[in-house]
């Protein structure tokens, strides 16, 4: 564990959820752009608040721990501590307080969170939850990792919960286990990490707004049987083609015959845009999250700028304001520097 | 090749199709039942017919090609090998009948196939698809492997059109290529093999019929889009934990909330056997095609004989006749002894 007062420095990963065909399960983190975190913990005198948030950036997002997205997933974890530590005392029969040299009782903890965030909120890469994720992940460095990324990613769900109003795990499971990862099962919650081999991933951020509660709202509760055939059809595959590096087969998986067709109405240009990238060589991508962020993955870093020109000529054709970003999947997810 | 009037020996494997979650897309071979077959080919003389069926067992099916599975297969692979010829012998810049000493056209090609059928039609364990694939790879075989595996799928699946009156892959495929597959596309048609630890299979056919029509119509054309996504969260998690060696993966994978509750009514006993079988140890199962065969999916042999045993007891308690077998995955597919 890490002595009181001492900051410790937090990278958190942007992450793409929704990865086309795996709505709500397949989604994997990116080296670029990610939050910069520092954490520490104090000894909490008396009924002082159990944690403190300081923004570092120009969003004034909410310092109130219960209503910012890392304070919540942190109250989540300290919310278990007195349990936990309990159950590893009788696990390996000492006190596992006293081994670790860490309070043997939440309500003697405080943390403090510094929160640099470069992922522009609601841009659809995962902003919320990058701070929640690099939170928990942080903290638990604090205190030993008493946590497993399972537990992590069960805290963290609290900041999804706070940000979009669903427990959803498809952007903290990759920002915490990095790489692809599985959501294969919400309740209870079971993360399956995802070999893949290289892939170059172009991400261009249209500077418009899509309410996640609008791009909710608009999909259908039913599908059809057959649709719903072709999806799972291309779900097996993108495993599959993940898992043996066949980047052909993950090119011809990367369909999405349910979502998208809905959604990418919302993102102007998407249809065209699409069809540009893939002229260009991208194997295939679609929305991230629910948008508006678009990504494309590249087999090559040649392929991969092509496409982001793409993304720019077109986007600078209609006038949109956008960013882009060129990068790779990232294979280690939250980072602790210490 | 071989030459002509030389009979050679198939085995064709039973193959189990909608792997639980996987339906339509997810299948594997067995080492138990299996086809036995025999093929040859002559030279055709006049207008005499292209094909002979012989059949070797008591289940009277047609000997009309047109009419048989085996024959409707060969016909389709008979109509493209003159395309092929030419296609080979402009690729390799050689008259591909001279060098490989096989007639020119399919006109001049008849062959001759002895069926006999140890796998029940009817049994949902692939019999038509054993009988389809059998003969195009033995065919194939004769003709000096002319055609790729993908070929020979999809002249095999004008055999099930025939059986079942929908061309569909998913028992061809393992049949074909052993193991377990995933069709990711019917069409166009994509096989992709996928690579599986040792897993034993105990399968029950309780004599009853359960038409592949009345299967099909049951089934609801839409589907809830949170259980879609719910099965393939499961799908997902199948093919990672099959490549992966995972057992447990596999077992918690083994999930199909859309067509299993709406068959197994068609099928005496299912939700109990299923329970029964579980607690004996098995990973997990389900119906076997559109039954009325179960099968069951266990780690070790003895497990799966435990699971042979509950099956038998459950049976034998409501006096439903009924065979087992216990088996393994078939890693080869259709076999040819020549």
Redesign the interface.
């Known amino acids: 564990m890490v002595p009181a007062n001492q900051w410790i420095k937090i990278k958190a990963p942007a992450t793409v959820a929704n990865m086309v065909?795996?709505?709500?399960?397949?989604g994997f983190a990116v080296n670029n752009p990610y939050d910069e975190m520092e954490i520490r913990w104090m000894e909490r005198l008396g009924d002082e608040p159990s944690i403190t948030i300081i923004n570092m950036d120009d969003y004034q997002l909410p310092t109130d721990p219960e209503k910012n997205v890392a304070g919540a997933a942190l109250l989540a974890l300290l919310e278990e501590y007195d349990e936990k530590l309990k159950e590893i005392s009788i696990e390996k029969n000492i006190l596992a307080a006293a081994a670790g040299n860490i309070p043997n009782t939440a309500a003697k903890i405080k943390f403090e969170v510094k929160i640099n965030k470069l992922i522009k909120p609601g841009s659809g890469v995962g902003s919320s939850a990058a701070s929640s994720a690099g939170a928990v992940v942080g903290a638990n460095y604090l205190i030993g990792n008493l946590f497993t990324k399972d537990d992590l990613v069960r805290f963290a769900m609290n900041g999804e919960k706070l940000a979009s109003g669903v427990k959803h795990a498809d952007n903290i499971a990759p920002c915490i286990f990095g790489g692809v990862t599985?959501?294969?099962?919400i309740f209870p919650l079971?993360v399956?990490a995802?070999p893949s081999p290289q892939l170059f991933v172009t991400i261009v951020h249209p500077q418009i707004e899509v309410r996640t509660a609008d791009a909710r709202s608009i999909?259908?509760?039913?599908?059809?049987?057959?649709e719903?055939?072709?999806?799972?059809?291309?779900?097996?595959?993108?495993?599959?083609g993940l898992?043996?590096s066949d980047y052909d087969?993950i090119g011809?998986?990367l369909e999405d015959v349910?979502i998208e067709p809905v959604r990418s109405i919302l993102i102007p240009g998407f249809d065209e845009l699409k069809k540009v990238c893939k002229q260009a060589g991208a194997l295939g991508g679609g929305i991230s999250g629910s948008g508006p962020s678009i990504f494309m993955l590249s087999k090559t870093k040649e392929i991969a700028i092509s496409v982001e020109k793409e993304m720019n000529q077109l986007y600078d054709g209609i006038g949109l304001p956008h960013h882009t970003y060129v990068t790779t999947i990232n294979q280690t997810g939250v980072e602790v520097e210490a």
Chains 1, 2 share one sequence.
């Open positions: 065909c795996g709505f709500d399960i397949l599985l959501v294969r099962s079971e399956v995802l999909l259908r509760q039913k599908v059809l049987l057959k719903a055939i072709k999806q799972w059809g291309n779900i097996a595959g993108l495993v599959a898992m043996k087969l011809r998986s349910i």
